[in-house]
């Protein structure tokens, strides 16, 4: 997870994980990305699959159809290697619909213009060619994580070992922030 490291170093000033997995039961709206956990985390699959029973809605966003991918409120089969434009894109929302807490970026963050211009590149109309995902499933995927009282994020390996891992989790990262 070397290039996570280096993007939570970055992002938050710590390369540990945020949340142990559990909190995935008090989460409105779960994200998976770049992980199998009905594989490769089997404690942690049973979390996940206790939550979706008590209401979670599982976003699994993987090129591959996993075992999970039965369970999820939606299933974004991605283009491989596409996480960036798929994950920008759905920050496009988020700022272009004014979904942030203005508050907390405020407050809490640094350079939130700069990724507000970032993003602006990355319509759902410009990225849904590039990551094989429509607009609109794009637009409602963000706009629930975006508007959930409690979202969390999940990713595995196949977010940091990539030729895009740092940016893959910079990306991750500024949507936990958002």
Known sequence: HASSVVALLEGIGSGAV????????????????????????????T?????VKTG?????????????????????????DTDVALLNAMM?????????????????TENYAALKANVQGYSPEKMASIC?????????TARLYANSKASIILW???????????DNARCLIALSLM
């Open 156 to 166: 595995g390996m196949g977010v940091s070992q990539h030729v895009h891992g740092t």
């Open 47 to 51: 979390w996940i699959k206790n939550a």
């Open 92 to 108: 496009h929302v988020i700022v272009h619909e004014n979904l942030v807490d203005e508050e907390f970026i405020e407050k809490r």
């Open 132 to 140: 094989g995902i429509d607009a609109e499933t794009i637009r409602y």
């Open 56 to 80: 979670t809605k599982l976003i699994l966003m993987d090129p591959r159809r996993s075992d999970l991918s039965r369970l999820a409120h939606r299933h974004l089969q991605f283009k491989p």
């Open 18 to 45: 945020s949340n142990p997995v559990m909190d995935v039961t008090h989460s409105e709206v779960a994200i998976i990305i770049g992980a199998n956990p009905a594989v490769n985390h089997p404690v942690a699959a």
